[in-house]
């Protein structure tokens, strides 16, 4: 079963507005990342949050991690037409589940209208 | 630095046939993992690679194989191609399995 789950499964937004993006997993983790997908292309890593931390910042993106709910959120503020794209939560299983790469979830289709 | 070079970028095959994809990680890197991304089913992990030894292996059939050369290229071979293998085949590269993954573009494979 999928380590991760992206909610909503399809954002639509205006320019200017804040986008959040949800993600649940099941196992315990030694971290989580976010990854944007531009259509039919390589998704390219966004932001790294390991599980002893509790939010991160990078440019316009605020990720927060909530090991006791096994959930994160992503946040992109003041978003542009070029963050349309579909964007993954990847969870990297902690020592008891060694073994396994980092898990993908389904992915939240953004789209940013102008 | 070059990034993840994937080659080829598309590919037509029909039932049956056999393929064969190649990955060029980002130099230093000796981690190599392939996945399988679909509309359907989003990206599956199918293996990894650590210096030319494969780590790690998805749950998928047999028919699914790779390796991973000295110089940390990898390849990976679908045999017996079957309609259900159509899918976008994205190769990442680290410099180990905890680190972030650096993707190249893809190789878009159709089974006609």
């Known amino acids: 079963s999928q380590q991760g789950e992206e909610d909503p499964q399809a954002l639509s937004i205006q320019e200017g507005e804040n986008a959040t993006m949800n993600c649940s997993y099941k196992?315990?983790?030694?971290?989580l990342q976010w990854y944007r997908q531009n259509s039919g292309r390589g998704l390219v890593h966004l932001i790294l949050i390991r599980s002893n931390e509790r939010e991160k910042h990078s440019g316009r993106l605020r990720v927060t991690l909530d090991t006791s709910k096994k959930s994160s959120s992503l946040l992109i503020t003041a978003s542009r037409a070029a963050d349309t794209a579909s964007y993954f939560c990847?969870?990297?299983?902690?020592?008891?589940?060694?073994?396994?790469?980092?898990?993908f979830g389904p992915g939240t289709r953004l789209s940013v209208l102008p | 630095k070059a990034g993840v070079t994937q080659t080829p970028r598309y590919l037509i095959k029909t039932r049956g046939q056999q393929v064969t994809l190649s990955c060029s990680p980002i130099s230093g890197h000796r981690s190599v993992s392939w996945y399988q991304q679909t509309p359907g089913q989003g990206l599956q992990f199918l293996f990894e690679?650590?210096?030319?030894?494969?780590?790690n292996k998805g749950n998928f059939p047999g028919r699914f194989s790779g390796r991973q050369f000295s110089n940390s290229r990898s390849e990976m071979n679908v045999s017996t191609l079957e309609l259900g293998d159509s899918a976008l085949y994205l190769c990442a590269s680290s410099l180990d399995r905890t680190e972030k993954l650096f993707f190249g573009s893809g190789t878009q494979l159709s089974v006609l």
């Open positions: 196992t315990s983790i030694n971290n």
């Open positions: 690679y650590f210096s030319e030894t494969q780590r």
């Open positions: 990847a969870t990297e299983p902690d020592r008891d589940n060694y073994g396994q790469n980092f898990v």
